[in-house]
């Protein structure tokens, strides 16, 4: 029996919590995933019991026997989401079921339990719940949430684990690229790929990420900010950055982004955009392009704008790609008009200081 979705949770709160005053310290310049909050919600996993033993707890290491599942075979999944401070000193979840349906979706890929959709929205809202005075109150601050699960029996051996813990722990965080708004360069990866057909491309799984790592280093040695990806059949369509998705803006104003075919990870920030570009009545594609129509467009000038988005850096300008020692600019290489008009609609939505017409917006208290 699954269980997962009357679920009673124990709290035991924090006997040693961090102190106001240092907490307000740490929030002045919390970084991005560097501080942490008092607390985190932990549910299990049994083949025989379901999901169970539900706790909002002090944040503590996890016991790990060395011949833990996730160590060898690496079945985990995670997602990245945010509690924003509202201006009443309120504050709200936005679009969290979205996040609870792609975790799912990434548990099937992965060969793990699905969580229950309510489950993972009461472990998001408890712990925010508890933690609340750790939301930051400051522009661009927010409380970033990590929801993940990971194989944690005991054993040696290829299959899917019986046994699972999943987790959520939440970091205040502030901009994720520092020094303001400002437009990012990209290297593009010749020499690796991130995901290709039939694989894992499409759930938010660590080895997604781990793979990705050794093109952003390549990337970062060549003077850029992230690294864009190819496709790994024909080394020739743009795909997505190491943990963004992309869009690109055209001089008659429509906008297209590359599709989801199994190889990218299916944004919860790419699909808002895309619904606020059609409330402003743009057209938008999602289609195929191909890196050297990018170049193309970008000299002729045709390509005006580019931009990356996700969870944590919301939406980004891109200014400059390098690919094979050669560069090219996007427009005048600096924030995007349309760009800097998308993300502050999104980022007005989110923290409750513009409607909502897609009722994304949760208020938690």
């Keep these: 029996m699954d269980g997962g979705d009357t679920l009673e949770f124990r709290t035991e709160a924090h006997a040693s919590p961090v102190s106001a005053a240092?907490?307000?310290?740490?929030?002045?310049?919390?970084?991005?995933?560097?501080?942490?909050?008092?607390?985190?919600?932990?549910?299990?996993?049994?083949?025989?019991?379901?999901?169970?033993?539900?706790?909002?707890?002090a944040r503590a290491p996890i016991p790990m026997d060395p011949a833990t599942a996730v160590l060898h075979y690496a079945q985990e999944i995670f997602e990245g989401?945010?509690?924003?401070?509202l201006a009443d000193g309120g504050a709200a979840l936005f679009r969290a079921d979205a996040n609870a349906r792609r975790f799912a979706q990434s548990a099937e890929r992965m060969a793990m339990p699905p969580v229950p959709e309510a489950l993972f929205l009461d472990?998001?809202?408890?712990?925010?719940?508890?933690?609340?005075?750790?939301?930051?109150?400051?522009?661009?601050?927010?409380?970033?949430?990590?929801?993940f699960m990971f194989a944690s029996e005991v054993f040696l051996g290829v299959r899917p684990s019986n046994e699972y813990l999943f987790i959520?722990?939440?970091s205040p965080v502030g901009a994720y690229f520092k020094g303001g708004a400002k437009a990012i360069s990209l290297g593009v990866s010749r020499h690796y790929t991130r995901a290709a057909p039939g694989g894992t491309g499409a759930a938010k799984c660590g080895?997604?990420?781990?793979?990705?790592?050794?093109?952003?280093?390549?990337?970062?040695?060549?003077?850029?900010?992230?690294?864009?990806?190819?496709?790994?059949?024909?080394?020739?369509?743009?795909?997505?950055l190491g943990g963004m998705n992309t869009f690109f803006v055209f001089d008659d104003g429509s906008i297209s982004t590359p599709p989801l075919e199994g190889t990218i990870l299916p944004g919860i920030t790419r699909e808002s955009i895309i619904k606020l570009a059609h409330d402003e009545g743009l057209t938008v594609r999602?289609?195929?392009?191909s890196i050297d129509q990018w170049r193309?467009?970008?000299?002729?000038?045709?390509?005006?704008?580019?931009?990356?988005?996700?969870t944590a850096a919301v939406v980004t300008s891109i200014g400059v790609v390098q690919?094979?020692?050669?560069?090219f600019t996007i427009g005048s290489g600096g924030p995007g008009q349309l760009t800097e008009k998308l993300r502050a609609r999104l980022v007005d939505i989110q923290r409750g200081l513009a409607p909502d017409p897609h009722n994304w917006v949760e208020r938690l208290f």
């Design 22 to 57: 240092d907490r307000d310290v740490l929030l002045v310049d919390p970084g991005f995933g560097k501080v942490f909050t008092d607390h985190m919600a932990v549910v299990r996993f049994s083949r025989e019991k379901g999901w169970h033993d539900a706790q909002i707890t």
């Design 81 to 85: 989401m945010k509690a924003y401070r």
């Design 123 to 147: 472990s998001v809202r408890k712990l925010v719940a508890i933690d609340r005075d750790w939301i930051p109150h400051g522009e661009g601050g927010a409380l970033y949430l990590r929801p």
């Design 168 to 170: 959520v722990i939440a």
């Design 207 to 240: 080895g997604n990420y781990a793979s990705s790592l050794i093109a952003q280093a390549e990337a970062v040695r060549q003077g850029c900010d992230q690294v864009v990806f190819l496709d790994a059949a024909e080394h020739r369509w743009v795909e997505e």
């Design 286 to 289: 999602e289609e195929r392009y």
């Design 296 to 310: 193309a467009d970008a000299t002729s000038g045709r390509l005006t704008e580019a931009f990356a988005c996700g």
């Design 323 to 327: 690919d094979e020692g050669q560069s």
